[in-house]
Structure formats: C-alpha cells, structure tokens
C-alpha cells in the first residue's frame, strides 16, 4: 500500500532478497527450496516485500556494450540550488541517462550516461544537458571498467548466497 512503512527485514526477507537478485527467475518453490523456508512462507514473504516496496521489480541484467553501449561516462553536474527537483526530472528524461544521484560536495548531481560512440555522447552532454536551464556547468569523466552489482545489498552477516544456517519454517 502505497504511503505506508515496510516491516524492518528480518534475515528471511534479506535472504529472499539476496536470493532473487542472484536469480530473479527463481520460482517460488525454488526460492523457498533456496532460503529454507516453507512454499507458503517464501509466497508470502515475497508478496509483502513487494507490497511494502522493497522488491520494485524484475529485470534483465544486460551487457551494454553486447546491445551497442559502448561507450560509458559520469556526467557530474551543478545545478542552480532550489531548482534540483525540476532538473533532475529532465536529466532523466535525456536518451542515455541510466543512473541520477543527487549528491554533496563540489557537484550536485552525477548521472551516469550510456552511448554508443563518442558523437552520440557529444551530444547527450553539450546539446541536451546543457540546454537544460539551471544547469551551471558539467564535467564528464570516461567510465574505461566497471565492477559490481547494481542494486546489490549489503549481505546479512552469517548468511551466504544459498543462505546457509537459516533455520526451516
């Protein structure tokens, strides 16, 4: 329900979670089979972490450059204070924009664009950001390799990847 707290996420539900980002197929008798819960538990859970929004959506994890991404770049911003929200709406809606994060510091916004060669970047950055008004100035530093997980969450300590020690339900 939207507007309302979700439940403080006890080890089942990280594991649920941890479960799923490895596999976001799993069916719910192989979630179950994996976290060591019953079917009706794992059915359960699952349907509150959605509910309580924890659990936004299901995804493909793609390689950019196998689909003609192969190009990557932080584009750290300034942005004219109190005008942050009207912004951050428009950058996100520029073709190539993956990632927005507001952010402290020197910059107050870094985004991360995706773009298939270097003209295509040009123009994400000096046309459409740029003709974006209050934004104050850009910079753009190349990504040449990128490690990790998006969306990854920090793993409860004493549970593993198949959530190993959980206790049956």
Not at 16 to 22: P, W
Request: aromatic fraction near 4%; glycine fraction near 8%; proline fraction near 4%.
């Amino acid at each position: 329900m939207p507007g309302r707290s979700a439940q403080p996420l006890d080890v089942v539900d990280r594991a649920v979670v941890e479960a799923l980002q490895v596999d976001g197929r799993l069916s719910v008798n192989e979630l179950a089979a994996r976290v060591h819960v019953s079917r009706a538990t794992a059915y359960q859970r699952l349907g509150r972490l959605r509910s309580d929004g924890v659990i936004t959506g299901f995804t493909a994890t793609v390689d950019p450059a196998k689909v003609g991404y192969d190009l990557a770049a932080l584009v750290l911003l300034q942005v004219d204070q109190h005008r942050w929200r009207v912004v951050a709406d428009q950058i996100a809606a520029v073709d190539g924009v993956q990632y927005l994060a507001l952010t402290s510091g020197s910059f107050d916004m870094v985004t991360l664009v995706r773009a298939a060669d270097l003209a295509t970047l040009r123009d994400v950055v000096l046309v459409q950001l740029q003709a974006i008004e209050h934004i104050r100035s850009t910079q753009t530093v190349f990504v040449l390799d990128e490690r990790g997980r998006a969306g990854a969450v920090t793993p409860v300590p004493g549970v593993t990847g198949d959530a190993a020690g959980l206790p049956r339900h």
